[in-house]
């Protein structure tokens, strides 16, 4: 079993001694929905390559590891068989790639003790990526981390740019279902799919429309596909990161990430659980995008922002655990669908811990759907956007600092329908699919 170094005896203890009768309760009810699950199924035993103690664990054995019960509590809906597309040449080899061990394992041998492992996920804007690239090369502290990149899709010069990265050790990956690999099948577009407002009984056509009426796009869904896939991946399915503990933050191709944004984010950890307990995450940035911050001598908890944003295990249980909800809602944005359904579904607000400063910024003028195709490449190179004061440079978030709650949430809540996108029923079972990819095998597969 492995043992995070975080999880203090004492903690140990306290916990036998409070919550023993309510572990045995989980364990044997896990276990109970488990077998319900192999028995209904007809499946094999799951392929427990995360940390999924489901069957395995009898309640004595869960007391005495260190792992803490967050990493153990899967929700499985027994009534749901995950099925992967079958994989292409490239798909297949992109796969083979991303069971490689992370680069600069010889300059940055060890990662030390508090460090955050940074998830860097891109498409395709490769002047974004490098200006990115650049602006991590100077952020303090980054050789401590592992920076995984994630890949929607397969484009050689973001390859390239990224292959080049030299400042820590580096993990690569690629999504090897994005839409993107897929030319002529799903989640690409297949023959015989609708299209836009196509009428599937009158055309013949394979799909189901949104709840506006149109039909599926591949460049569009790869989004949330990607994201989802991601997120699975570094939590449940990589070997670097399935037995972490700590805190995991994400970045994107055009986040221009500040010098100081590292030990920030290591501050904002260790400051959470006692300056805001109810905080679920830190943040770089305010969640107005657009905002550079306050600037007041205070800490600030406010909605969770989606610009370089940290959270651990427990929280990630908390959303794996609402996959379902996540992948039924009609919206192609992962970030809306997690504000409108995800998060609301926790039952109090959803609150972020940040500085008053941001450390990061979002940057640029191509949307995410331009950068792609070659009638409407997008040029703007993100220059100028960013310009950094002397305070970006150094940590600057103190721990004796207040903590300023902002309640009002604003932007997309509880009931909004969703901007569609996301209607058809091979997508929804995909994303699902991932949930499971890495607790249950896929019938299919073997
Ligand atoms: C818990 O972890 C510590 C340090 O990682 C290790 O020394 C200890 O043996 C572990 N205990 C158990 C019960 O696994
Ligand atoms: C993870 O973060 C949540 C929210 O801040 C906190 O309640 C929980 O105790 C943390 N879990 C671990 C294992 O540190
Ligand atoms: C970026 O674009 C601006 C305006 O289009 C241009 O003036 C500048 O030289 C470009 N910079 C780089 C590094 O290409």
Redesign the pocket.
């Known amino acids: 079993m492995p043992s995070p170094s ?2 203090h005896p004492h903690h140990r203890a306290r916990l036998r001694s409070r919550a023993a009768p309510l572990l045995i309760v989980v364990v044997l009810a896990v276990v109970a929905v488990t077998e319900l699950l192999r028995s209904r199924t007809g499946l094999p035993a799951p392929a427990r390559r995360a940390g999924s103690a489901t069957a395995t664990a009898s309640p004595s054995s869960l007391a005495s590891t260190n792992q ?1 019960v ?1 990493q153990r509590k899967i929700l499985l809906d027994p009534a749901f068989t995950p099925r992967l597309p079958r994989q292409s040449q490239l798909s297949l080899s992109l796969s083979a790639r991303n069971a490689l061990p992370p680069r600069n394992r010889d300059r940055f041998p060890t990662l030390p003790v508090g460090h955050l492992k940074v998830v860097l996920y891109v498409h395709n804007r490769p002047r974004y990526l490098r200006l990115v690239v650049d602006s991590l090369s100077r952020v303090e502290g980054i050789g401590e981390a592992l920076l995984i990149v994630s890949h929607d899709g397969y484009f050689p010069e973001m390859d390239r740019i990224v292959q080049g990265i030299g400042f820590c050790q580096v993990k690569q990956v690629f999504a090897p279902y994005s839409p993107h690999l897929f030319p002529d099948a799903f989640p690409g577009a297949s023959p015989g799919d609708c299209q836009s407002k196509d009428r599937a009984k009158e055309k013949g056509c394979q799909g189901d429309p949104d709840q506006y009426g149109n039909h599926r796009a591949p460049r569009i869904v790869s989004l949330k596909h990607h994201w989802w896939w991601m997120m699975n991946t570094v939590w449940d399915g990589m070997e670097e990161t399935r037995d972490f ?1 700590g805190h995991i933050l994400f970045i994107e191709e055009d986040h221009y990430i500040f010098p100081n944004a590292y030990r920030n984010a290591q501050l904002l950890v260790d400051l ?2 006692k300056k805001c ?1 109810q ?3 830190i943040n770089l940035a305010p969640s107005d995008v657009k905002s550079r911050g306050e600037g007041w001598e205070s800490l600030v908890a406010e909605k969770m922002g989606n610009i370089g944003y940290a ?5 990630w249980r908390k959303i794996h655990a609402k996959a379902k909800q996540f992948c039924a809602f009609d919206e192609y944005n992962w970030d809306i669908t997690m504000w409108a359904t995800v998060y609301p579904s926790f039952g109090a607000p959803v609150y972020s811990l940040r500085g008053s400063r941001r450390s990061a910024a979002h940057f640029g003028k191509c949307g995410l759907h331009q950068g792609q195709g070659s009638s409407n490449v997008c040029v703007d190179n993100g220059s100028g956007a960013v310009e950094l004061e002397d305070a970006d440079k150094v940590p600057n978030i103190k721990a004796d600092w207040p903590v300023r709650v902002i309640q009002r949430q604003e932007g997309y809540q509880a009931g909004f329908k969703g901007w569609g996108g996301w209607g058809d029923r091979r997508d929804r079972e995909l994303c699902l699919s991932f949930a499971y990819m890495y607790h249950v095998k896929d019938p299919s597969s073997s």
């Open positions: 975080s999880y803490s967050a503990d959470k659980p307990p905080c679920y995450a959270f651990n295990r427990t929280v």
